[in-house]
């Protein structure tokens, strides 16, 4: 069955805290999900993966010949990916397993065409929101623009 949602992450040289709050946020996704991680340090994250592989989500782990940058990783894994709904994830954030119910019910309405994307709403560390645009409106945790023409 074909997954409804990708999420591409794309690492490199990460502190280990940061690996193990992505492995641990990646490791609640629900079926339905399937994950790709695009590793630009030449195999570096590999070893980590294999401990935190969830049963219901599908892993794909990339492992670059060199370091292509960010967009060219999250290029890279958009083209791997085989659900029609994209999710790109930065390595360095983090939800509570709670959103990936939010995260499924957008991708739905993404799919379905009531929704043209969706983003993350943004806390910083010391909890305060920070308003990444002004045509964002919340929806449950996640911001979310209407399609544009549609009722």
């Given at each position: 069955?074909?997954?409804?949602?990708?999420?591409?992450?794309?690492?490199?040289?990460?502190?280990?805290?940061?690996?193990?709050?992505?492995?641990?946020?990646?490791?609640?996704?629900?079926?339905?999900?399937e994950i790709h991680?695009?590793?630009?340090?030449?195999?570096?994250?590999?070893?980590?993966?294999?401990?935190?592989?969830?049963?219901?989500?599908?892993?794909?782990?990339?492992?670059?010949?060199?370091?292509?940058?960010?967009?060219?990783?999250?290029?890279?894994?958009?083209?791997?990916?085989?659900?029609?709904?994209?999710?790109?994830?930065?390595?360095?954030?983090?939800?509570?397993?709670?959103?990936?119910?939010?995260?499924?019910?957008?991708?739905?309405?993404?799919?379905?065409?009531?929704?043209?994307?969706?983003?993350?709403?943004?806390?910083?560390?010391?909890?305060k929101k920070v308003?990444?645009?002004?045509?964002?409106?919340?929806?449950?945790?996640?911001?979310?623009?209407?399609?544009?023409?549609?009722?």
């Amino acid at each position: 069955m074909r997954p409804l949602l990708s999420i591409i992450t794309v690492v490199y040289r990460l502190p280990e805290e940061v690996q193990e709050r992505l492995l641990a946020t990646i490791s609640e996704a629900p079926k339905g999900v399937e994950i790709h991680f695009i590793d630009n340090a030449q195999g570096e994250f590999q070893s980590k993966l294999l401990k935190y592989k969830s049963a219901s989500a599908g892993y794909f782990y990339h492992s670059m010949p060199r370091n292509l940058g960010f967009g060219a990783g999250c290029n890279y894994g958009a083209q791997k990916a085989k659900a029609p709904v994209l999710f790109f994830l930065n390595p360095d954030c983090f939800f509570e397993p709670q959103v990936w119910n939010e995260i499924m019910q957008a991708a739905t309405l993404i799919f379905s065409q009531e929704l043209d994307c969706i983003q993350p709403l943004i806390i910083n560390s010391n909890s305060k929101k920070v308003d990444t645009s002004g045509e964002l409106i919340m929806l449950g945790g996640l911001s979310s623009k209407l399609s544009e023409g549609k009722d």
